[in-house]
T-cell receptor, first 111, second 118 residues
Framework: GESVGLHLPTLSVQEGDNSIINCAYSNSASDYFIWYKQESGKGPQFIIDIRSNMDKRQGQRVTVLLNKTVKHLSLQIAATQPGDSAVYFCAENTGGFKTIFGAGTRLFVKA | EAGVTQFPSHSVIEKGQTVTLRCDPISGHDNLYWYRRVMGKEIKFLLHFVKESKQDESGMPNNRFLAERTGGTYSTLKVQPAELEDSGVYFC????????????????FGPGTRLTVL
């Protein structure tokens, strides 16, 4: 069935290190993937997206990798900062506007 | 530019009461979405408006939930009567889109309304 899951519910990293947040999806028909960041008391904030015709996309300090063979998505954050502490959600679309979210991974950044 | 706003930020009601949540999307955004996050679980899609029309309401839990978007601007989500399992955070999002566009565009989320049903 449709589901987007996360390998780890929490991730703790040292400030300055790189973070990698992983996500598995089950619907091979999904063609658009998004990463969101949610800080306490706020709604999800768009970070970066990738379409299924790509396997890598880079933003400012963030990179999303898509492996369609194993249906795996990851978010890499370079030089993690305290302000990166938040819950990160991966999400997918199957061509329409309905977005399916994963449960979220909480990222802790240790100073 | 003002973002998506939601009102109220918190609502505490008793089982059986009625609650109405409001969402004001970003001005000019045709697409409006409602989502819900029950504690500890994933954010789940409820429905999608294109202007004033319901495009997809497949995620609405049951007929106790009624969403409207009269005039294609702000939207309301009414829960009547509320049950304990309706507790959670209700998010609204909007995106620019057009009625001809079939692929999703970036959704901007509001801060959410935290609903507690006692």
């Amino acid at each position: 069935g449709e589901s987007v899951g996360l390998h780890l519910p929490t991730l703790s990293v040292q400030e300055g290190d790189n973070s990698i947040i992983n996500c598995a999806y089950s619907n091979s028909a999904s063609d658009y993937f998004i990463w969101y960041k949610q800080e306490s008391g706020k709604g999800p904030q768009f970070i970066i997206d990738i379409r299924s015709n790509m396997d890598k996309r880079q933003g400012q300090r963030v990179t999303v990798l898509l492996n369609k063979t194993v249906k795996h998505l990851s978010l890499q954050i370079a030089a993690t900062q305290p302000g990166d502490s938040a819950v990160y959600f991966c999400a997918e679309n199957t061509g329409g506007f309905k977005t399916i979210f994963g449960a979220g991974t909480r990222l802790f950044v240790k100073a | 530019e003002a973002g998506v706003t939601q009102f109220p930020s918190h609502s505490v009601i008793e089982k059986g009461q009625t609650v109405t949540l409001r969402c004001d999307p970003i001005s000019g955004h045709d697409n409006l979405y409602w989502y819900r996050r029950v504690m500890g679980k994933e954010i789940k899609f409820l429905l999608h408006f294109v202007k004033e029309s319901k495009q997809d309401e497949s995620g609405m839990p049951n007929n106790r939930f009624l969403a409207e978007r009269t005039g294609g601007t702000y939207s309301t989500l009414k829960v009547q009567p509320a049950e304990l399992e309706d507790s959670g955070v209700y998010f609204c999002a909007s995106s620019l889109g057009t009625t001809q566009k079939v692929s999703p565009d970036t959704q901007y989320f509001g801060p959410g309304t935290r609903l507690t049903v006692l």
